[in-house]
T-cell receptor, first 115, second 117 residues
Framework: GAVVSQHPSWVICKSGTSVKIECRSL??????MFWYRQFPKQSLMLMAT?????????EQGVEKDKFLINHASLTLSTLTVTSAHPEDSSFYIC???????????FGDGTRLSIL | AQTVTQSQPEMSVQEAETVTLSCTYD???????LFWYKQPPSRQMILVIR??????QNATENRFSVNFQKAAKSFSLKISDSQLGDAAMYFC??????????????FGKGITLSVRP
């Protein structure tokens, strides 16, 4: 089945640094990728939707300058958390889909801890 | 806007027994998809089952089946012969069939299912 690879799975860094998370579709072309944030015991909160080669569409309340999304190819999207602070600590999950009717496949997530 | 409601935050089932997880949704659309996802402690999102709204027949996947009531906007998941590995958080989700490539999943709040040995 379709596989989405997300890297790194866990990152710990100091406050003020920037962190990049990669999301790759390994065996299909992901025309659309999604980035979610999830707090413990809560649902997934959609942060943004990106289509290859165009700017991401951010959900209301998500700071686009804080969470930079690049969908440069049909197999790779990146989320960069800029100048990360402890309140940015969370579990981030990417998801990818080929076309509008195909199932959406999820990466294994990244646990981000900002000290 | 569409909403998905999972009103039960937690449920428990005895191993080998059957459990039903409830989900209701609200939409004005006639063409859409419904999903149940499982998220075990590893936090990987696993698609359990998918239902197309235009299909009257309820979807089934081995021990997992749904009761899709379109008029009532209800989409419950039945897990038969529950196993210890079924313990996880389960999310009900909705996706429009009309928005093309940008159609988004709308998730419910989730339900934590525990399985008693």
């Amino acid at each position: 089945g379709a596989v989405v690879s997300q890297h790194p799975s866990w990152v710990i860094c100091k406050s003020g640094t920037s962190v990049k998370i990669e999301c790759r579709s390994l065996d299909f072309q992901a025309t659309t990728m999604f980035w979610y944030r999830q707090f413990p015991k809560q649902s997934l909160m959609l942060m943004a939707t990106s289509n290859e080669g165009s700017k991401a569409t951010y959900e209301q309340g998500v700071e686009k300058d804080k969470f930079l999304i690049n969908h440069a190819s049909l197999t790779l999207s990146t989320l960069t958390v800029t100048s990360a602070h402890p309140e940015d600590s969370s579990f981030y999950i990417c998801s990818a889909r080929q076309g509008g009717v195909q199932p959406q496949h999820f990466g294994d997530g990244t646990r981000l801890s900002i000290l | 806007a569409q909403t998905v409601t999972q009103s039960q935050p937690e449920m428990s089932v005895q191993e080998a027994e059957t459990v039903t997880l409830s989900c209701t949704y609200d939409t004005s659309e006639s063409d859409y998809y419904l999903f149940w996802y499982k998220q075990p402690p590893s936090r990987q999102m696993i698609l359990v089952i998918r239902q197309e709204a235009y299909k009257q027949q309820n979807a089934t996947e081995n021990r997992f089946s749904v009761n899709f009531q379109k008029a009532a906007k209800s989409f419950s998941l039945k897990i038969s012969d529950s196993q210890l590995g079924d313990a996880a958080m389960y999310f009900c989700a909705y996706r429009s069939a009309l928005d093309g490539a940008n159609s988004k999943l709308t998730f419910g709040k989730g339900i934590t299912l525990s399985v008693r040995p």
